[in-house]
């Protein structure tokens, strides 16, 4: 039933992008996609009737449906009969309110699934932003995701245009293999559109810690931003992407420089929330790979706290990285003992080697703590985080480490608007 119900949803898709002819923006990448997905869906809304894949709908089921224009309905009937009523309605009357532009978030998860969305849709601008560990118990190397990846800009015909993350060298690679024109973005020299002279709120201390200014520079041509709601490099990278995009479609540099202003990550990407005490909480529990981890507990490193105060690195089980399980999570436990975090919380029975890389460097063994399951962590923390402490809550999906923040955050009763996996499928 499954396979009949992605074939209809497949021809669906198809026919009603046939009709209608918007341009389609792909995006792709191990890490960064979905906050790349809402930066462009979010600079491009100021201009643009836009449509953006929802929640992580980004696989066979959930591309079709975005292009609809409906959330899946589960298992009920009905609600798939009404989907295929509004395809109907669609192909058989002109919709003049249908979307001028679709940015559409494209996942991989196992070899061959680019091969299928790309057969879905005709990809006009593909954005890479990244590839790394994630999914590599699947693909076998890291050679293998970046082919995956890959696809995206091969299936751009000379008319298109292929956005790469340039500071990643198997991003940048992939521009041998396109036929389009290529735009670069990065932090480094040789990027097409940089950002550059970066600063953050949190290393001035008095705890302001979300707020970013830097320069957009396009190929010499400046203007300043400031991203009020941003604390994290990573966030930079998903605005590039999004000023990239924004150009192709004639917005000037003001123009994206005022969008990006009030852009805020989707919930779980390092968002700070306050937290019970008077601590502060960097909610990155959406998903974790190395890099991802590695990046974060920088970023906790970088923080300006007060005297007495503590840092917190609060890591699960980092998941689906296959061969690369226990040096990754080595690494990053050999991160936080360099970068001086005070404290490393363990969670799960692959975060024991975030332990053993932790203690390896140099972290006391006292500072140390390990627990099964998130919701003894959260209750530990309680009583151990004191006013002004400062706590990195990172992991992988399947860790569910939004328990943790949830216990640890000052408004609780806002947990369904501020974090990940909130809704009735991941309260069971």
């Known amino acids: 039933m499954k396979k009949i119900l992605q074939l209809k949803l497949k021809i669906a898709a198809k026919l ?49 449906l975005t292009v609809i224009g409906l959330e899946s309905p589960g298992r009920n009937i009905l609600g798939w009969i009404q989907v295929f009523a509004k395809t109907l309605n669609l192909l058989f009357f002109k919709d003049e309110l249908y979307p001028q532009v679709l940015v559409l978030e494209m996942g991989i998860d196992r070899p061959g699934d680019m091969e299928y969305l ?43 245009l292929a956005i790469l993350n340039y500071d990643s060298e198997s991003v940048k690679e992939m521009a041998e293999f396109s036929k389009a024109r290529i735009l670069s973005y990065g932090l480094k020299d040789g990027a097409d559109l940089k950002a550059q002279d970066i600063v953050y709120n949190f290393t001035r201390g008095s705890y302001e810690l979300s707020g970013i200014n830097f320069k957009l520079n396009d190929k010499g041509s400046i203007v300043p931003v400031f991203m009020h709601n941003i604390m ?42 306050p937290g019970i005490k008077h601590s502060f909480i960097i909610d990155d529990t959406y998903n974790s790979s190395p890099e991802a981890a590695i990046s974060a507990v920088n970023i906790l490193g970088e923080i300006s706290i007060d005297k007495g105060a503590h840092k917190y690195a609060v890591m699960g089980d980092m998941l689906e990285i296959g061969s690369y399980t226990e040096e990754g999570h080595r690494l990053v436990g050999k991160t936080i003992s360099e970068r001086k975090i005070d404290y490393l919380i363990s969670v799960g029975e692959k975060a024991r080697d975030f332990m053993r890389g932790a203690k390896d460097a140099g972290l006391d063994a006292d ?9 003894d962590a959260g209750r530990f923390l309680q009583n151990k985080i004191k006013e002004g402490d400062v706590l990195l809550i990172k992991g992988s999906q399947g860790v569910r480490m939004e328990k943790i923040v949830k216990e640890l955050m000052a408004e609780p009763e806002r947990a369904a608007e501020l974090l990940v996996r909130q809704d009735k499928k991941w309260q069971k």
């Open 16 to 64: 009603i992008l046939h009709k209608y002819k918007p341009v389609v923006v792909g995006i792709t990448g191990s890490i960064g996609k979905s906050s790349a997905k809402e930066a462009i869906y979010h600079v491009l809304q100021k201009k643009l009737n836009v449509r953006t894949s929802f929640k992580n709908y980004n696989n066979e089921i959930g591309l079709p």
């Open 118 to 160: 790309t057969s879905i849709v005709k990809i006009d601008i593909a954005v890479v932003t990244s590839v790394s560990y994630s999914h590599l118990e699947y693909f076998g190397n890291l050679q293998n995701i970046k082919k995956e990846k890959q696809v995206l800009v091969e299936k751009l015909d000379s008319q298109g």
């Open 232 to 273: 994290s490099e990573p966030a930079l990278y998903s605005a590039l992407a999004a000023a990239a995009v924004g150009l192709y479609f004639k917005m000037n540099l003001v123009e994206i420089a005022s969008a990006l202003s009030d852009f805020s990550l989707p919930a779980g990407r390092m968002n700070l929330l």
């Open 367 to 375: 500072n140390i703590f390990y627990f099964d399951k998130p919701e």
